[in-house]
């Protein structure tokens, strides 16, 4: 029993949903191209598993590995842009980056723009703010830069954290040789750097030295604005946030103060579609498209409950991003059974009734946990 109590830890949990993710992904794209596609994933599962367990240990100066783990982020994305040149993105089965598109071609037409509709026939479900981010690639007519940029701040955030350099470099290799990523820079999807921006966020905030400067309640207007990308954050806010209240980092007047900011913000990306297309924005937002198109919204209520449960079950500050990691991991796993039980496996799966890239939103939390626990030092206060 004590041996199976060690092995349920929160690092080993970590580990097998970033393996399990990585494995969906894998044997769902290969097995269209290869017969040997359930070995190559089971294959790959084991590989990283070693990988992100930190028992692959490169005997490498510091200088060494440094140079490395730049290197294979430039090299990733140098040939990244071949990519992008080599597939066309009309031969995909993907349109998030049509949706970005769909969205802007609208509103620069003087169109409603969640009106829009992608290649595929699909409306734009993401929140305002998604969109301004999206908006300097949609410029340059190249989406993938935006889903680049997740590679481009991931040394920059698990520098934040304890991880030893090797650590740091297994990481790296995982992010840029696991499907999901590849899928996602070959489908020019984002999720990976919208779901890092908001561990930026929230590493800022718990490692926060000061509550009630100007700084402070400013950053309570980069929560409002990060929100407004996919709601589906208010998962990791509300265990980040009433854990501080829980530890009394925050003082019930200060807490009220800063989340009504972060609320009203939120709300004002949405001012100016309810001014200029008000009849419209009432028949047609994001809040309804979600909870038409996506699961039921009365799972909604479910998914708050979880994260408010869990922001009670958080021991430390590190364990903040286990919890908000696994909430995002139980909604979206919640959400593909739904789509099983009502489609049948092989069409919410393989035909994508269910859409199994939402997994990519809790993988930065586990990073982050991972990134903290296994370090030099190897503290197991975590």
């Not at 297994?170 to 020019?188: A, G, N, P, Q």
Request: net charge positive.
């Amino acid at each position: 029993m004590k041996t199976i109590l060690n092995f349920i830890s929160k690092e080993n949990i970590s580990i097998l949903v970033l393996v399990f993710i990585n494995f969906l992904f894998a044997y769902k794209y290969l097995i269209r191209y290869t017969e040997i596609a359930l070995v190559y994933s089971i294959a790959s599962s084991l590989f990283y598993l070693l990988l992100l367990a930190n028992s692959i240990k490169l005997k490498m100066n510091k200088k060494l590995l440094n140079f490395l783990s730049y290197g294979l982020i430039l090299l990733f994305i140098i040939v990244s842009f071949l990519i992008f040149k080599k597939i066309e993105v009309l031969t995909l089965n993907v349109d998030r980056w049509s949706v970005i598109t769909s969205f802007w071609d609208a509103l620069f037409n003087s169109e409603y723009p969640y009106y829009a509709k992608s290649n595929l026939g699909n409306r734009p479900g993401p929140m305002p703010i998604y969109f301004l981010l999206a908006f300097p690639f949609y410029l340059i007519k190249e989406l993938g830069g935006f889903s680049l940029l997740g590679l481009i701040i991931l040394p920059y955030i698990i520098g934040k954290t304890k991880a030893s350099l090797n650590y740091k470099l297994l990481i790296i290799i995982f992010v840029i040789t696991s499907t999901y990523y590849l899928w996602e820079i070959v489908s020019r999807s984002n999720l990976f750097t919208n779901s890092l921006l908001i561990v930026w966020f929230l590493i800022n905030f718990i490692e926060r030295k000061n509550n009630k400067n100007a700084a402070f309640y400013f950053s309570a207007v980069i929560a409002g604005l990060l929100l407004s990308t996919r709601a589906v954050f208010i998962i990791p806010y509300i265990i980040v946030f009433m854990y501080s209240l829980r530890k009394k980092e925050l003082t019930i007047p200060v807490f009220l103060i800063y989340t009504s900011i972060a609320v009203i913000t939120f709300f004002l990306t949405f001012l100016p579609f309810i001014l200029m297309y008000p009849n419209d924005f009432f028949k047609m937002n994001p809040f309804i498209i979600q909870s038409t198109f996506l699961i039921p919204s009365y799972y909604t209520m479910l998914f708050i409950l979880i994260a408010f449960v869990f922001s009670f079950l958080a021991e430390n500050k590190n364990n903040l991003y286990y919890y908000s990691g696994l909430a995002l991991f139980i909604a979206i796993l919640i959400y593909f059974i739904y789509h099983i039980i009502t489609s049948g496996f092989n069409t919410a799966y393989f035909e994508s009734n269910a859409d199994i890239s939402y997994f990519i939103f809790c993988i930065p939390f586990f990073i982050i946990y991972l990134s903290n626990t296994f370090h030099d030092n190897m503290l197991k206060s975590s």
